[in-house]
């Protein structure tokens, strides 16, 4: 018997079977992926409510887990409504969330279209609505990304299993099997969401992190903070860098013409960046640590 407002995750493995890891791997991502998809659901709300994931309890045999959400919100905050059954109503409209993405998943096999993943959108905007927790009923619905990084977490949970495990949602109406010949990937998710695209040439200065010495992939650079991975189609210049005419050392970057392309939802969201190099220009040196410290040497001597 489910426990009032509790989600039983349960995984059904082969009894004595190699690789025993692989059933705790998949557990531990599944709770990731249902703290995840939690907040979001809880976002969608649009009020200051606080969820946190309980643990309550672990069984073997198949190894079950019990989660709970402990909710808390800003009482006598003008847009909620007084009610002594909000903790309830939004702990219920969770495990009706979180259930209604799951029974997505058992009638598919893959999503062809973004439509799909639009009209669950609206079901869970629908449930959000029918919490009635606001005075005035302004909610929000769950980004499409924010849906399909869920689906691709709990897939890639399933993927860490035998074919002959399974796994069950089991919520207080009964079990929910997960369909594990439901397919979803990072590149499919960017296939749904891609409606546009921009493309222009830039001059960059990118900071060398990781060179492709020997064959074609991608190199990273550190670019406005973060690492990137560029393709390097100036094929004159890699021909003189890996005949050894010239060398990079740690802390060089490249000043290069470069084609950024921008990808964008329908909202116009950026959905994802690509970078290819198609000249360089100039290696700009790193100072040597040496010539650093004869530098700051010469520095100290003028000041004598």
């Avoid at 709770?31 to 946190?52: A, H, M, N, P, Y």
């Avoid at 959400?69 to 800003?74: I, K, L, R, S, W």
Wanted: contains cysteine; charged residues 35%; hydrophobic residues 35%.
């Amino acid at each position: 018997m489910v426990k009032n407002h509790s989600l039983c995750l349960k995984v059904d493995f082969e009894k004595r079977s190699k690789n025993p890891e692989r059933v705790f791997k998949a557990m531990t991502r599944l709770i990731e992926s249902i703290e995840e998809i939690q907040d979001k659901l809880t976002f969608s709300l649009s009020v200051d409510i606080r969820t946190e994931l309980l643990l309550e309890e672990i069984k073997t045999g198949s190894l079950l887990t019990w989660l709970s959400a402990e909710t808390t919100y800003p009482e006598n905050k003008p847009e909620i409504k007084i009610d002594k059954n909000n903790n309830k109503k939004i702990n219920n409209y969770l495990q009706r969330g979180i259930e209604k993405i799951v029974d997505f998943t058992s009638r598919r096999d893959k999503i062809n279209s973004i439509k799909e993943i639009n009209d669950l959108q609206d079901d869970l905007y629908n449930m959000a609505s029918d919490t009635d927790i606001k005075n005035i009923p302004a909610y929000s619905k769950i980004a499409e990304k924010d849906i399909m990084e869920f689906l691709l977490k709990t897939n890639e949970a399933s993927k860490t299993l035998s074919k002959d495990d399974e796994i069950f949602f089991i919520f207080d109406n009964g079990a929910k099997k997960y369909n594990k010949e439901f397919s979803i990937t990072k590149e499919s998710i960017e296939e749904l969401l891609i409606q546009s695209q921009k493309e222009d040439l830039e001059f960059l200065e990118l900071k060398i992190k990781k060179p492709d010495y020997i064959g074609d992939s991608k190199w990273e650079f550190m670019y406005d903070d973060k690492i990137i991975d560029v393709k390097v189609d100036d094929h004159n210049w890699l021909k003189k860098f890996r005949n050894q005419e010239f060398a990079l050392r740690p802390g060089d970057s490249l000043l290069a013409l470069v084609m950024v392309k921008k990808f964008y939802n329908h909202n116009s969201e950026l959905i994802k960046t690509t970078y290819r190099l198609d000249e360089v220009r100039k290696i700009i040196r790193q100072p040597s640590p040496l010539k650093n410290m004869e530098l700051n040497l010469n520095n100290e001597q003028e000041r004598y």
